[in-house]
């Protein structure tokens, strides 16, 4: 993996949520306002094969939800992961069939998930007042 | 917290589960800060919803996230929905 690939993928997925983070909590801080953030990961944060640069942004988002979540808990914001498995999103519907069947026989419900799946886990975590640090897997039981 | 008194920032919202988040924030009554860098991606999701501000920008730029998150006052939640989308191993 060229180093040009490395940095693109932790500027996005690493750096971008650590930017917005940290506006977000500030501003909230300044107004004080109550809220969340919600990091999105993803199943391959536990290591996916080709995905170095992904796997570690994944991995490394959920390990600043825990930190967060006990930083800025004083402050009465709330931090919390999603990590979704593999998503009905354009990207994957437009792969091969026999692609997205091989993916899909590693997971257990044997279907990708669709995106409003998802959007539940954020919504549980904006209105459920006792969550905080924690990550919360949304893929189908897939094992990584 | 209720959705409805909540404002959200949800980024990577052109395209899918930003969008898909964008949407359904909406829809539950939030107000909702679209962030992306797909211009033509955020007019078509406030064609689909009008109430959705938006913001052109990078999340790893550090002045467009500062500038966002400065229009959006009051912001209560903000999702980092990514752009990049896990491919088989």
């Known amino acids: ?101 091989k993916m899909l026989s590693k997971v257990p419900l044997r279907r990708l998930a669709k995106p409003e799946e998802i959007f539940l886990a954020a919504k549980f975590i904006v209105e459920c007042d006792y969550f905080t640090g924690r990550c919360i897997d949304v893929d189908g039981g897939i094992v990584m | 917290m209720d959705l409805k008194q909540t404002q959200v920032i949800v980024t990577g919202a052109a395209s899918g589960l930003g969008r898909c988040f964008a949407l359904n924030f909406a829809q539950a009554g939030a107000s909702v800060l679209a962030f992306d860098m797909n211009e033509e991606g955020l007019h078509a999701l406030v064609a689909e919803q009008p109430a959705i501000k938006t913001f052109k920008g990078s999340v790893a730029n550090e002045n467009d996230v500062k500038s966002a998150v400065a229009a959006c006052k009051g912001i209560s939640a903000a999702s980092t929905a990514s752009s990049t989308t896990p491919e088989s191993s």
């Open chain 1, 1 to 101: 993996m060229s180093l040009e690939d490395w940095q693109a993928v932790i500027d996005v997925d690493l750096t971008g949520p650590f930017l917005f983070a940290r506006e977000v909590a500030a501003q909230m801080v300044r107004d004080k306002v109550q809220g969340c953030i919600i990091n999105i990961s993803s199943c391959s944060r536990h290591g996916n094969r080709g995905q170095g640069n992904y796997s570690a942004a994944k991995a490394g988002l959920v390990a600043d939800t825990k930190l967060w979540g006990e930083e800025l808990s004083r402050h009465g914001i709330r931090v919390g992961a999603i990590a979704p498995g593999f998503v009905a999103t354009p990207l994957l519907e437009g792969m091969r069939p026999e692609m997205l069947d």
